[in-house]
């Protein structure tokens, strides 16, 4: 385990009783998930900041969910910055919602899943979404990327377009870890790893695959690689807390995994991964 506070750039915090998640339904993390559950889960291990990540709460409440996490934050000091939701894919009509989140002390990034579209490809490159793309680096918040594996191509070409945006890259792209799948994968990971305004979250890993018998040897490959590709100066170190609780892992197991794949790191490396680069690339 590291022997330093880690810096967690990918929690879900909520309160399933006071906002909606429909995609939620049913799953055993369908209850309450605060800063006191939190707490619980994590120990032993030391987390001293965190970035909350929406948390695809029903259509129109996400700014419900930005004034719950701001409640939150006023009691919890852990909570320094926040990922918020807003539908990009509206275009030009999104900038006064834009506008008001970036307003808020915790506003960090804007985050719209691409991952439910894929029965829709180029979505993500559709012009109302590249518009609203535009408006997010306008007003100085940065854009993250969560898609699934197939997506990557469309990724890579949002990311071309868009040089001096602040992207992040959500759970290494969410491989096909439970097919075997390496290909494309490997190839296209690499290529988005290109461009500099990038960074990849290590997160979110346990849940591709095999969430009833997982192993390390099945997944650490392709985390090794992802922080080969990016480097130790463009990797996060995220929990995806309690979501990684759907493949029966825990959070300090979760830890132990990560710590075990960097254990021939130096140390600064192992400190970039767990703790400083997110403090940078957040503003934490």
């Known amino acids: 385990m590291p022997d330093f506070p880690i810096v967690d750039a990918h929690v879900h915090l909520y309160d399933a009783k006071s906002i909606v998640y429909p995609w939620m339904k049913g799953l ?11 707490s619980a889960a994590i120990a032993p291990v030391v987390v001293d900041k965190l970035v909350f990540v929406e948390v695809s709460s029903a259509e129109g ?18 909570i320094q910055g926040m990922v918020a939701t807003v539908a990009l894919e509206r275009g030009k009509e999104i900038e006064a919602e834009v506008a008001a989140f ?17 029965d829709e490809p180029g979505w993500c490159l559709r012009p109302a979404y590249l518009d ?9 918040l940065g854009c993250e990327i969560g898609i699934k594996h197939p997506q990557l191509r469309d990724a890579i070409r ?9 992207f992040t890259f959500d759970h290494i792209g969410k491989p096909g870890i439970k097919a075997g799948l390496v290909e ?3 190839a296209e990971i690499r290529a988005l790893a290109q461009f500099p305004n990038i960074v990849c979250k290590i997160s979110g890993v346990v849940t591709e695959a095999d969430q009833e018998a997982w192993t390390y040897d099945q997944i650490a490959p392709y985390i090794a690689h ?3 590709v990016f480097g130790f100066d ?31 790191a130096s140390r600064e490396d192992q400190r970039k991964l767990f703790r400083d680069n997110a403090i940078r690339h957040y503003r934490l």
Request: glycine share 6%.
């Open 158 to 166: 949002l990311v071309e377009q868009f040089p001096h945006v602040r």
């Open 28 to 38: 055993v993390i369908d209850a309450p998930h605060d800063s006191a559950v939190f």
């Open 61 to 78: 409440t996400n700014f419900d969910e930005i004034d719950w996490v701001e409640n939150a934050a006023r009691s919890d000091p852990r």
């Open 132 to 140: 609203g793309v535009r408006i997010v680096a306008e007003y100085g």
């Open 102 to 118: 970036a307003r808020r002390p915790l506003a960090r990034d804007i985050r719209r899943l691409i991952q439910g579209h894929l």
């Open 234 to 264: 463009r990797v996060m170190f995220g929990g995806d807390w309690p979501v990684m609780e759907l493949a029966h892992c825990t959070y300090p197991q979760w830890v132990a995994i990560v710590d075990r794949i960097v254990a021939g």
């Open 184 to 186: 494309p994968w490997k």
């Open 226 to 228: 992802a922080i080969e």
